[in-house]
T-cell receptor, first 115, second 112 residues
């Protein structure tokens, strides 16, 4: 079945460092891809999404490009801030079998940014 | 605009007790979902409702039941709680065609 694999954390960076969190997927069809962020004690929030190959999703300085040839959707940010400390989840939509788009999540990557 | 509202936020149960977790959304979304989040396991789908009047099992449905009461509300029931059900439970909803979920803030459940 469809699945998402993302790099294990925790990831610890200094403020203003470059961030990459790797995400690869396995899917039989053409899923949409997502990054969600979870701040401590809160629910998940949609960070960005891409619905077809070569699309780039972006939000709050974060970017990810849907790469069909490498089945990847890596999250990047050029200069992280302490406020970016959170858990990041990669996800894909499961549209097989007539479903309306159930999301399949990776296990999450915890990011800690030090001042 | 409240989004997705979950109640309660915290709950402690004794083994064997029952309870219902409530979820309501005010965005006129079609689909609703219940996930559990455990350390190192990510989010696992318990049940979902693609539309009002339908419910389906997800990855980990055992020990749970759900009710899609109307378009707004989707409840999760634990009939006989077990320590293995200690987790954080999230409700989410989605508008068809958007493929993005809106999550509630979660219910932290401890079964002792």
């Amino acid at each position: 079945g469809d699945s998402v694999t993302q790099m294990e954390g925790p990831v610890t960076l200094s403020e203003e460092a470059f961030l990459t969190i790797n995400c690869t997927y396995t899917a039989t069809g053409y899923p949409s891809l997502f990054w969600y962020v979870q701040y401590p004690g809160e629910g998940l929030q949609l960070l960005l999404k891409a619905t077809k190959a070569d699309d780039k999703g972006s939000n709050k300085g974060f970017e990810a490009t849907y790469r069909k040839e490498t089945t990847s959707f890596h999250l990047e940010k050029g200069s992280v801030q302490v406020s970016d400390s959170a858990v990041y989840f990669c996800a894909l939509s499961d549209r097989a079998g007539g479903s309306q788009g159930n999301l399949i999540f990776g296990k999450g990557t915890k990011l800690s940014v030090k001042p | 605009n409240a989004g997705v509202t979950q109640t309660p936020k915290f709950q402690v149960l004794k083994t064997g007790q029952s309870m219902t977790l409530q979820c309501a959304q005010d965005m006129n979304h079609n689909s609703m979902y219940w996930y559990r989040q455990d350390p190192g396991m990510g989010l696992r789908l318990i049940y979902y409702s693609a539309s009002e009047g339908t419910t389906d099992k997800g990855e980990v449905p055992n020990g749970y039941n759900v009710s899609r009461l109307n378009k707004r509300e989707f409840s999760l029931r634990l009939e006989s709680a077990a320590p293995s059900q200690t987790s954080v439970y999230f409700c989410a909803s989605m508008l068809w065609g958007d493929y993005g979920y809106t999550f509630g803030s979660g219910t932290r459940l401890t079964v002792v």
